[in-house]
């Protein structure tokens, strides 16, 4: 499965006083993969709704191996199950640029409402015509080893 | 006139009138969600699946949703159906019976 890439510079905001980043700003950063991931498809909140779906997040997850700290590089990467039931599940990265090192990794999953509010237990067609592209893309092979 | 086919239609009709198909569900839940520490006599036919009763959660319902697919052929659209047949194991059961007998064509 592959993984796409967005990278950003740790800035000033993001650090606490021990001088890493905060750890709530890492599911701000899987935030930035998703947008950049799904803005390449046109799949962004207001296409969804337009399309007539809103699409919460119900779960999430998040593992801290290394602190990420001011000014650092990092590289966000940021894939999507292919669904095995009428949910997006989203799964990152966040690396250091400098040295490759996982500074943490994360899941997180939406499910599918009507506009007035009915959650779908199946994906529906105009959906997942809209969501091909995506998985197509996701199944070439991954550049980065 | 009798045929193969006739039995075996005559035998689902019977076990989707039983108490069978109940406990069936109940270890469909138990094995699907993977809950481990819950037995088929730990859930009530009566009892509440989401919530307060056995505390399932709407990506539960999803899971749930595709098994009863594979295993049954039922379809469950929404959360407007799915209020509904997942209310209990006995809804459910209704469900999986009526709508079952839809679907199944010998």
Known sequence: ?145 | MFSAISVVKDFRKGFWMSEDLVLELKKLIIQTLKLEEITPEDIQDDGQLFGNGLGLDSIDALELVVALEKAYRVVIPDSEVGKRVFHSVKTLAQFVREESGKEWKP
Not at chain 1, 48 to 62: E, I, N, R, S
Not at chain 1, 71 to 95: G, M, N, S, Y
């Open chain 1, 1 to 145: 499965m592959k993984y796409d890439e967005t990278e950003l510079k740790v800035r000033f905001n993001e650090v606490d006083s021990w001088g890493m980043v905060w750890h709530g700003h890492y599911v701000s950063w899987f935030e930035v993969g998703r947008m950049t991931l799904m803005g390449k498809f046109h799949l962004l909140p207001n296409d969804f709704t337009q399309m007539g779906y809103f699409a919460p997040v119900v779960d999430l997850k998040c593992t801290f191996k290394e602190p990420a700290r001011l000014q650092d590089e990092i590289l966000i990467r940021t894939t999507v199950l292919k669904p095995t039931k009428a949910a997006l599940t989203f799964r990152f990265e966040i690396l250091r640029k400098s040295d490759g090192k996982l500074l943490a990794s994360g899941e997180e999953t939406q499910v599918l409402l009507t506009l007035d509010g009915r959650m779908l237990y199946i994906i529906p067609q105009d959906l997942r015509e809209r969501l091909q592209p995506l998985f197509d893309y996701l199944e070439e092979p991954d550049s980065v080893a």
